[in-house]
């Protein structure tokens, strides 16, 4: 909830622009980098958090499968945080908020496809791609990349589809991996 409540807020305080100057290779100086971007991490960090924290012998034990209960809380997650985004759009009238929700969508994909080789530490990914994002994808004029997938509009046809993907991935690794990596 804390972490819902954080997400709510920076998307909230920084759909307008708000934005601070960082370091970009293409640009060979630095380029205003919104804050939008980084909304997403405590989001996805917090779903690792949760996943990562269990009780093995009640789950060995479980009749229900814990496989599918941590597919739709990461299903849960992120169509929250979707939908977080929408609203701040359409009360603010921003349409920078709403791909919040795609890129938090695609942070917490590439996070659980990584999951069962780097376990834990599997976290750092999503700040990671924002930074590899910002050092290396950002130009100094025009839209990033579309390898980058994030920076994009909600609607941009590329960046959705690698969101859908890696989405996919990650929820189809963590169905087969849930609870015995870690």
């Known amino acids: 909830m804390p972490a819902l409540a954080a997400f709510t807020a920076l998307v ?6 708000t934005s601070v100057p960082l370091l970009s290779f293409p640009a060979a100086g630095t380029v205003p980098v919104p804050l939008l971007l980084f909304t997403p991490v405590p989001v996805v960090a ?11 012998e009640a789950e060995a034990s ?3 499968s814990t496989a599918v209960a941590d597919t739709a809380l990461a299903v849960a997650v992120c169509a929250v945080a979707s939908g977080v985004g929408a609203a701040v759009a359409l009360l603010s009238g921003s349409t920078a908020a709403v791909a ?3 890129d938090t969508a695609f942070l917490a994909g590439i996070v659980l496809c990584l999951r069962p080789p780097a376990g834990q530490a599997a976290v750092l990914a999503a700040p990671a791609w924002l930074f ?5 994808g950002l130009p100094s004029a025009g ?3 579309v390898w980058t997938v994030v920076g994009h509009s909600a609607a941009a ?3 959705l589809t690698a969101t859908l993907l890696a989405f996919v991935a990650g929820l189809s ?10």
Do not use: E
């Open 173 to 182: 690794v963590l169905a087969r991996s849930s609870r015995t990596s870690v």
């Open 62 to 64: 479980a009749v229900r």
């Open 12 to 17: 909230t305080l920084s759909h307008a622009g």
């Open 157 to 159: 046809p590329i960046p």
């Open 143 to 145: 839209p990033p990349p």
């Open 46 to 56: 917090t779903l690792v958090w949760c996943l990562d924290n269990r009780l093995p």
């Open 132 to 136: 590899v994002v910002v050092f290396f």
């Open 100 to 102: 919040t929700g795609r």
